[in-house]
């Protein structure tokens, strides 16, 4: 079952807990179903690669894994700190992320029906 995230691709977060913890990165993908994130940087592990053809090159390699979503927390843009966010409906029907914080609009979630 899908959930809302409290993040999307492209913001920036900060790690509350495990083993990257109060380091921060890039979203670069949500996985609504799992409820999880991965982040530029954060959570590397180490995979070891076996050549697939005889020009290819094997090794080791090391590449971000998913974390959980409850473990980080967006970066507010105009503040700079870390925050909770809120869904709002404004007047006009447009539906925007807002920082618990400083209160300021974040992003636009969607733009209103004309």
Do not use: F, Y
């Not at 690669?49 to 390699?61: A, E, F, H, N, S």
């Not at 869904?87 to 029907?93: I, P």
Request: aromatic content about 0%; overall charge positive; proline content about 3%.
């Amino acid at each position: 079952m899908a959930r809302k995230m409290h993040v999307k691709a492209g913001d920036n977060i900060i790690v509350l807990s495990g083993k990257d913890k109060g380091k921060s990165g890039k979203v670069i993908e949500v996985n609504p179903n799992k409820g999880t994130v991965l982040v530029e940087g954060i959570g590397m592990a180490t995979k070891h690669v076996k050549p697939k053809r005889m020009d290819q090159q094997g090794g080791i390699i090391h590449q971000e894994t998913h974390i959980d979503a409850s473990n980080v927390m967006l970066v507010c843009s105009k503040c700079k700190k870390p925050s909770r966010t809120e869904r709002k409906v404004e007047e006009n029907g447009r539906r925007v992320r807002l920082c618990k914080k400083c209160g300021q609009t974040i992003d636009v979630i969607k733009e209103a029906a004309k």
